[in-house]
């Protein structure tokens, strides 16, 4: 299904990029990043977020796992900046705790089916006998929706940090392969590859120095989506009641077991709700603000 | 126009094989007994026996596959683990809240997002085209089950204009069953407007730089009109392409919205499933989104050849 979607593959531009040095570029960008107030704003979120999940149990005013059955529901005090909730557990402690966890999440998901969907696509790209079974496999996988796909891994092995990992990452990386394919399939036809394939490059060295450069930038880019996508689907199954066990302190976690007691203390579903909008919001805009920089054709159009 | 649409239909049908297969694979590829793994801990041999049974776990792989294909065809998606209620008749019963929920949110985006993306288009980088953008990044990433509990702190709770959470048939008055509806709506909708105004947006922008464009405006057409009839029509495939695709987000935010709003739709049978391990009832409910997912990207195919009748494939 060859669809015009929102980072699609064949949007991204190969084209042959007018020479600049490696330093001159990274500063020209960095400095076209932060040019606008939302992308500087994004960036400090994201920054505050990255730090809060670095330091947590130095930013944390108690224990976010112990439970105190006398202190349940307590209001917003020293100790508590966020009151306490069904077990007496510090809800400020849990929500700085909760960054960590989906940091941990987004930055896994990201990296295994960027790297894993790299490999898949760059084969299907350029040994054209296994493209056809390959890019069926992955049209069926995209056609189950990304959430009942982990839904079911999940229902079958049981829920653990690992296993939801796993479920998260299978459902995103059908689009990085076809990415990756079509960039290959770009490039394969320019004329510094068709040079290396005459003077005899062995295939590796084709396609490592040649090809899979070109693969990078558009990478980066979905590389941010996906990590936004997996802190997304991971806060979903956990509020659900089907993504990471009930100890592990993540903010779907905590909108789900807050739920119960929505209408007498809505901050106990609200406060891990606004950290998880705040995360999503910031790198949502630095990866509109990527693309932008990195794929100029899609940059004049989104 | 026949033969492309009878090409499209028979591309969808690998798909839909595909489809079939990997949801076949994932109980069976699971480490360890299948069976012990549906019937949970402390399953005696003798529940072990019935599920092995009842789902043909005893019989070799590609017995179970061929048995699969054919349950498949003759439209049977087994019986609940639970209950041992057909799978296909449970899909009937929880239906309605589910089908008004997705109708609405779809008919609340297309009257909504269409006309936003055209007014941000007019003006590209103006005041009301920053509005809608903002907007749609929110509404990319503003989690549904947020925005959610926010509309019911607000609406339901604060100001006690509408029912916190529940469904009514249509049976119980017209007014009941739409109170209800409301919120559950609006969540389910920020996600889908976001992306179909974007489009709607980057599309009109895209094709107003064509020269058929600047050949309207050379005869003195009206700024309205070129908007509405040569640039809108030209934006329509994409569009449409969204709508279709957007279809996968609905999906997911149907599951998370009945939860939220307590909607006794196919979305919360889900969860129930998951939660109880009825994985009969799991497998029959991924087939019936994913399919319908397929489909309606099949229409939206055959469509375009209406939209645009330069498309012949």
Do not use: C
Not at chain 1, 49 to 77: C, K
Not at chain 1, 117 to 143: K, P
Not at chain 2, 208 to 229: N, Q, V
Not at chain 2, 283 to 289: P, S, T
């Amino acid at each position: 299904m060859g669809h015009p979607l929102r980072n699609d593959a064949a949007e991204f531009d190969t084209a042959v990029q007018p020479p600049e040095s490696r330093a001159g570029l990274g500063l020209r960008m960095l400095r076209q990043m932060f040019s606008s107030w939302p992308s500087v704003v994004a960036a400090a979120i994201l920054i505050a977020i990255v730090l809060t999940a670095l330091f947590a149990p130095l930013l944390s005013t108690a224990d976010p796992v112990a439970i105190s059955p006398a202190e349940r529901f307590a209001l917003s005090s020293d100790l508590h900046p966020l009151g306490t909730d069904a077990f007496g557990r510090d809800i400020y402690s849990r929500v700085v705790h909760g960054a960590r966890v989906s940091l941990i999440v987004g930055a896994g998901a990201a990296l295994v089916s960027v790297s894993l969907g790299l490999v898949i696509g760059v084969v299907a790209g350029y040994f054209r006998a296994v493209d056809s079974v390959i890019m069926r496999t992955m049209d069926g996988i995209m056609a189950i929706p990304s959430i009942l796909l982990a839904i079911a891994l999940i229902s079958l092995t049981g829920a653990s940090l690992m296993t939801v990992l796993v479920a998260i990452t299978v459902p995103e990386i059908p689009r990085v392969v076809r990415l990756v394919r079509s960039v290959i399939l770009n490039v394969r036809s320019e004329a510094y590859v068709e040079a290396a394939v005459t003077l005899g490059s062995p295939v590796w060295r084709i396609l490592l120095r040649h090809m899979v450069p070109n693969t990078v930038a558009p990478l980066i880019v979905q590389g941010t989506f996906v990590f936004a996508s997996a802190i997304l689907t991971e806060a979903t199954l956990s509020f659900l009641g089907a993504g990471l066990p009930t100890e592990i302190p993540s903010w779907g976690n905590m909108m789900s077991e807050g739920r119960m007691y929505f209408q007498l203390y809505p901050g106990l579903v609200l406060y891990p709700g606004i950290a998880l909008a705040l995360t999503l919001l910031s790198v949502n805009i630095l990866g509109d603000v990527l693309r932008d920089l990195l794929d100029p054709k899609m940059a004049k159009r989104a | 126009m026949f033969p492309y649409v009878i090409k499209r239909v028979l591309s969808s049908v690998p798909v839909m094989i595909v489809v079939a297969i990997v949801v076949f694979a994932i109980l069976r590829l699971t480490p360890g007994d299948p069976a012990a793994v549906l019937a949970g801990n402390d399953a005696t041999g003798e529940q072990l026996d019935r599920i092995r049974e009842s789902m043909g776990l005893d019989q070799p792989l590609l017995v179970q596959l061929v048995t699969w294909f054919r349950q498949l065809l003759s439209g049977d998606l087994g019986e609940s683990l639970l209950s041992g209620i057909p799978v296909t008749r449970m899909i009937g019963e929880r239906l309605a809240p589910t089908l008004s929920l997705a109708v609405g949110t779809m008919g609340v985006t297309i009257l909504l997002a269409i006309p936003m993306g055209i007014v941000a288009a007019r003006k590209p980088g103006g005041v009301l085209d920053r509005a809608v953008m903002s907007f749609s990044v929110l509404g990319f990433s503003i989690p549904i089950f947020v925005t959610g509990y926010v509309l019911i702190y607000l609406l339901a709770l604060r100001f006690g204009w509408l029912p916190v959470q529940g469904y009514r048939p249509m049976s119980d008055g017209l007014w009941a069953y739409a109170e209800r509806l409301i919120m559950p709506i609006m969540a389910l909708s920020g996600v889908y407007i976001a992306l179909v105004a974007r489009i709607t947006r980057s599309s009109i922008i895209e094709v107003m730089g064509e020269d058929f464009i600047r050949t309207a405006r050379s005869k003195g057409a009206p700024e309205r009109r070129i908007l509405m009839r040569h640039a809108l029509r030209n934006a329509a495939v994409p569009i449409v392409t969204v709508l279709g695709i957007g279809v996968a987000s609905l999906i997911t935010g149907v599951v998370v919205t009945e939860s939220v709003f307590n909607l006794p739709g196919l979305g919360r049978l889900v969860v129930e499933a998951v939660l109880a391990r009825d994985y009969p009832v799991i497998q029959g409910l991924i087939l019936l989104f994913s399919f319908t997912y397929i489909l309606i990207n099949l229409v939206v195919d055959i469509l375009y050849t209406v939209f645009d009748p330069r498309i012949r494939y």
